[in-house]
Nanobody
């Protein structure tokens, strides 16, 4: 069964850090680019970061540039999103998704196929 599972979310104070994981079962993430997305209450889903299939090039939304870092661990079949200097506006459900495009894109599009169910990140005092 093809499945993506996000984990690592939680409650953190502003300025804190979390590391999200996107683990795959039933297929290998090496064959895909991976995107991280988030959706805050009452807002649409937005792209946060992605890592390309063909060369592991990485891309970040302006709002997280310099604070978030995406990486791939092939041995663990997992993609991580390291989130530092978290802000209250980072509060959202975070999702990962796969794309077969050679270079990933920071856009919520049908080019992203498999999606996980998300993990909640809450940044607050």
């Amino acid at each position: 069964q093809v499945q993506l599972v996000e984990s690592g979310g939680g409650f953190v104070q502003p300025g804190g850090s979390l590391r999200l994981s996107c683990a795959a079962s039933g297929f290998t993430l090496d064959d895909y680019g991976i995107g991280w997305f988030r959706q805050a209450p009452g807002k649409g889903r937005e792209a946060v970061s992605c890592i390309s299939r063909i060369d592991d090039s990485t891309y970040y939304a302006g709002s997280v540039e310099g604070r978030f870092s995406i990486s791939r661990d092939r041995a663990e079949n997992t993609v991580y999103l390291q989130m530092n200097s978290l802000k209250p506006e980072d509060t959202a459900i975070y999702y990962c998704a796969t794309t077969e495009l050679p270079y990933c894109r920071l856009v919520v599009a049908p080019t992203y196929g498999h999606w996980g169910k998300g993990t909640q990140v809450t940044v607050s005092l």
